[in-house]
């Protein structure tokens, strides 16, 4: 049993940053992948960036390529997200998720078995 609670979301202006912290509580493992996602209204939950299980690669989204970053802190057992130069096309609820088997189809939501409440990312023009 795993839960995942998000951090960070809200209100920020064009160009603006916001860090996204996700804590992971439970049974879990240095194997599994771990991503963030988003989704907004009347759009289909879409990859922002994950971490394979394992060797530490990393995968985008290419509309947030070389504004977001991605990271793992294994000892506090917490994912992050650091967002850059947000648009207002990145407005969305963001979900950060843990995939059990961590080496294969990583960028896939549908492959995902935990998943965070979802925190509320809004960039005002």
């Known amino acids: 049993q795993v839960q995942l609670v998000e951090f960070g979301g809200g209100l920020v202006e064009v160009g603006g940053s916001l860090r996204l912290s996700c804590a992971a509580s439970?049974?879990?493992?240095?194997?599994?992948?771990m991503g963030w996602f988003r989704q907004a209204p009347g759009k289909e939950r879409e990859l922002v960036a994950a971490?394979?299980?394992?060797?530490?690669?990393?995968s985008y989204a290419d509309s947030v390529k070389g504004r977001f970053t991605i990271s793992r802190d294994s000892a506090k057992n917490t994912i992050y997200l650091q967002m850059n130069s947000l648009k207002p096309e990145d407005t969305a609820v963001y979900y950060c998720?843990?995939?059990?088997?961590?080496?294969?189809?990583?960028?896939?939501?549908?492959?995902?078995?935990?998943w965070g409440q979802g925190t509320q990312v809004t960039v005002s023009s």
């Open positions: 971490i394979r299980g394992s060797g530490g690669t990393t």
């Open positions: 439970g049974r879990t493992f240095s194997t599994y992948a």
């Open positions: 998720a843990i995939k059990r088997y961590g080496d294969y189809k990583f960028q896939d939501p549908r492959l995902y078995d935990y």
